[in-house]
């Protein structure tokens, strides 16, 4: 059969409806899939922009997102999203069509030989699971099957392919005489390898733990959503009530309904999930790598004399940052439905009391002396309006710390993030490859910077109909970066607001043909959130507001303790939340 064909096949089989394409060097596999009635290629207005469609389809199926791109350019654009999907654990297969085989350059000491070549395997190594240039026809079975099975097993995360353009087109290929990756003894050894079991002495350990604590607290990170085990969380939370906190990437994994949600932690957390941390007597970490951005600078205050029990399916990010009593290397899913198999009885009366006390006195949505914070306000009007199941994509800035304030999350949503890697422009083609994944509508947050990266992916979705709604969130500014410039740049605002600008987003999205208003913050808040969200249909909302507004408070300043956020309270204040009593 021909390979193309071959490949194409191979992905159907994986149930893979969805390949998110640029044409070029890859044409044979476009066109392989065009012709298959089970899968469909999208091709998206820029490679990065089919790099982050793959992501959310991922991120939204459990499948491993497929991309397909062309050799040069086109695979080097491919890299910010290989890296995003790296550093969130997001399953992908990147499959690039490279230069014919007769215009590599192989040992010669050239730069280049065919027209586009770049080595791609050698520049995505260290942002790949695994990365291979596949020179031999008889190993095309092999490495798809292992390239695959690697991006879903363990740790997931993302894997390259480089196929030659002629070995694309061959038609003598027939895979079912060709060795098999799952015959392999690199196969068995994997899977003896990488069993991630708790012991029943860690379980035992835990729950004696919880028992015995009289203040313990979860800390829910991306691992939880990664490892299918939200359902297994809702269990024991339901079993025990023990209250929860969560790091960016873990939000969508427990529903804001959750009473003993206490909501996100870290440098520009919630002052109530900080003190629930802060004041806590165990911590129990799932599937968080507790980055500085999460603890802060002051380790110490982090957590304080808890005890921390750590459980990630990656040993090597076990007990870097925060000193822990107990590491459990293990699958979270399978750790959570041990747990829940054992008998849980913590008293937690007085401990439920005060951390509720603390979500009443810390509202996000309102300034210590009571006046309103339009930017978190606009975020929780967002949320009143809202689809059960809509797919809420943000990008980078300080309206992603705005959305992880005070946006929130019902049972059936799905919030994405680019968390680890912090990448702008992820929003808008994230939101394409969510629908499309899911049937459902995606809600775009965004800024004025972030959108400008790949705001030529309007064009797909004005193409396809798209049901996306586009929350633009103007401060016309790059005002994270502006914080910092005012901190310790003496406030020379270079690229954040001076020489920067910002066009007009209603304009331009008029222009690709889709609905689009101008409006102000209040007349948002007021009319215009609840009126858009009403129906399907694509839509930008351009909505402006002055960069104070949007200023996110409250905020850790460098090696301040880890409760003390500005605004800062009065030292007795501080000093009385701060109480083991």
């Avoid at 586009?116 to 031999?136: F, G, H, L, M, P």
């Avoid at 205050?301 to 750590?310: E, H, I, L, N, T």
């Avoid at 949505?365 to 009571?370: A, I, N, R, S, Y």
């Avoid at 800024?447 to 396809?464: A, P, S, T, V, Y």
Wanted: charged share 25%; glycine share 6%.
């Amino acid at each position: 059969m021909k390979v193309s064909d071959y490949i194409t096949e191979f992905l159907v089989e994986q149930k893979i409806d969805t390949v998110f394409s640029y044409i070029g060097k890859n044409a044979h596999i476009c066109d392989s899939i065009d012709k298959h009635d089970q899968i469909e290629n999208v091709f998206t207005i820029h490679e990065q922009g089919a790099g982050f469609s793959a992501d959310a389809y991922s991120r939204v199926t459990g499948k491993s997102g497929v991309v397909t791109v062309t050799s040069g350019p086109g695979a080097t654009n491919i890299v910010t999203s290989l890296a995003d999907c790296y550093f969130d654990s997001i399953p992908a297969l990147y499959i690039v069509g490279d230069v014919s085989s007769h215009e590599c350059k192989g040992s010669r000491p050239i730069r280049q030989f065919g027209f586009q070549e770049t080595d791609i395997v050698k520049i995505s190594e260290e942002i790949t699971k695994y990365a291979v240039n596949i020179v031999a026809l008889k190993d095309i079975r092999y490495e798809f099957e292992k390239a695959y099975f690697l991006s879903q097993h363990g740790r997931k995360g993302p894997v390259l392919i480089s196929l030659p353009e002629n070995l694309q087109f061959r038609t003598d290929f027939e895979p079912e005489n060709e060795k098999s990756h799952f015959d392999s003894a690199e196969y068995q050894e994997l899977m003896v390898k990488n069993i991630m079991l708790p012991s029943d002495n860690d379980i035992n350990a835990v729950v004696e733990l919880l028992n015995s604590a009289s203040k313990p607290v979860i800390l829910v990170g991306g691992g939880v959503r990664l490892s299918e085990s939200t359902k297994a969380l809702k269990k024991l939370l339901e079993k025990t009530n023990i209250p929860v906190v969560y790091s960016l990437m873990g939000k969508d994994s427990v529903s804001s309904e959750y009473k003993y949600n206490l909501g996100f932690i870290g440098n520009f957390g919630t002052r109530h999930a900080n003190f629930t941390i802060a004041n806590a007597d165990l911590l129990i970490v799932l599937g968080s790598r507790l980055d500085n951005l999460q603890t802060g600078r002051d380790i110490k205050s982090f957590v304080g004399d808890a005890k921390v029990v750590q459980v990630d399916i990656d040993e090597n990010e076990l007990g870097i940052r925060v000193e822990s009593h107990l590491l459990i290397h293990s699958d979270i899913k399978i750790f959570l439905e041990a747990l829940n198999s054992k008998k849980l009885e913590p008293n937690l009366s007085s401990w439920q009391k005060k951390v509720l006390e603390y979500k009443v006195n810390y509202l996000s949505t309102h300034t210590l002396d009571g006046a309103d914070r339009l930017g978190n306000q606009l975020m929780q009007k967002i949320s009143e309006h809202l689809d059960d199941d809509d797919v809420i994509c943000v990008d980078v800035g300080e309206h992603q710390m705005l959305v992880a304030q005070s946006l929130e999350v019902k049972k059936n949503q799905r919030i994405l993030f680019s968390g680890a890697f912090g990448a702008m422009g992820f929003a808008l083609p994230a939101a394409i490859g969510a629908t499309l994944a899911t049937g459902k509508r995606a809600i775009v947050i965004t800024g004025d910077g972030g959108l400008q990266m790949n705001i030529q992916e309007l064009e797909l979705i004005k193409r396809r109909n798209l049901p996306i709604k586009i929350l633009v969130i103007n401060n016309a500014s790059l005002h994270m970066v502006k914080l910092r410039q005012d901190a310790y740049l003496e406030g020379n605002l270079v690229g954040s607001k001076k020489d920067y600008s910002v066009p007009s987003f209603q304009k331009i999205a008029e222009a690709y043909g889709i609905e689009s208003y101008e409006v102000t913050a209040k007349e948002a808040i007021n009319e215009k959130i609840e009126e858009s969200l009403k129906d399907n249909k694509p839509e930008l909302l351009d909505i402006q507001i002055s960069p104070e507004m949007t200023t996110v408070e409250p905020r850790l300043d460098f090696n301040r303790e880890f409760a003390d956020m500005r605004p800062h309270l009065s030292r007795e204040v501080y000093a009385q939340e701060m109480s083991k009593e």
